[in-house]
């Protein structure tokens, strides 16, 4: 069964700071999509990035960054010297079709908040 | 990337009523997909609606509680039928088309 695991609930950070949001998912598709979304407090829900299941490369964008490991199947994200406007809440989802996008599987979510 | 918009952004509601809440793509569509937040709580999905077919619900969620229609491949509805105040969440409207799945801006919905 799909499932995604953002153990961290809750994370506080000092502006400039960096902070690594966890992502750990489950699968037994061999194909599939890996997403970070980031929720203001207004509620929309904001696409940040995509990654299929046959491209580990990490990306980078901006104060951005995205680390993708198979083998220990995490997703982890990286903001680099963290901003007030960075406070949100992220989510990690997974998708569960190989070439044709379905459903999402979301995690729990991580609640940051960056102090000025 | 596809705009997607959606009616009501908020209300609140009395127990025992009925609320459709709206979704309109800018684009062609085949796959919509509504869900739930539940207060500090993650997304849930609701159901899957495509065009000329019947929507597909997931586990705990029933059609007679939250009938959906897709009339056309631009738009589509979600009804939260005889509220209580479990109800309460925002719900979120999301096309699947393309590699990406983006969302609406969600309608907070708070029943009293």
């Known amino acids: 069964a799909q499932k995604v695991t953002q153990a961290q609930t809750e994370i506080s950070v000092v502006e400039k700071e960096d902070v690594t949001l966890d992502c750990v998912y489950e699968?037994?598709?061999?194909?599939?999509?890996l997403f970070w979304y980031k929720q203001p407090p207004s509620g929309e829900l904001v696409f940040l990035i995509r990654r299929n299941s046959f491209d580990e490369q990490n990306e980078i964008s901006g104060r951005y960054s995205w680390n993708f490991q198979k083998s220990t199947s995490s997703f982890n994200f990286t903001i680099t010297a963290s901003q007030v406007v960075d406070s949100a809440v992220y989510f990690c989802?997974?998708?569960?079709?190989?070439?044709?996008?379905?459903?999402?599987?979301f995690g729990r979510g991580t609640q940051l908040t960056v102090w000025p | 990337s596809a705009v997607i918009s959606q009616k009501p952004s908020r209300d609140i509601c009395q127990r025992g009523t009925s609320l459709t809440i709206q979704c309109q793509v800018d684009s062609q569509v085949t796959m919509m997909f509504w869900y739930r937040q539940q207060p500090g709580q993650s997304l849930t999905l609701i159901a899957t609606?495509?065009?000329?077919?019947?929507?597909?619900?997931e586990s705990g969620f029933v059609i007679d509680k939250f009938p959906i229609s897709r009339p056309n491949l631009t738009f589509s509805t979600l009804t939260v039928s005889n509220m209580s105040p479990e109800d309460s969440s925002i719900y979120l409207c999301?096309?699947?088309?393309?590699?990406?799945?983006?969302f609406g801006p969600g309608t907070r919905l708070l029943v009293l």
């Open positions: 699968t037994r598709d061999t194909t599939y999509y």
């Open positions: 999301s096309e699947g088309d393309g590699e990406t799945q983006y």
């Open positions: 989802a997974l998708s569960d079709r190989g070439s044709t996008l379905g459903r999402l599987y």
């Open positions: 609606a495509n065009q000329g077919s019947e929507a597909t619900y």
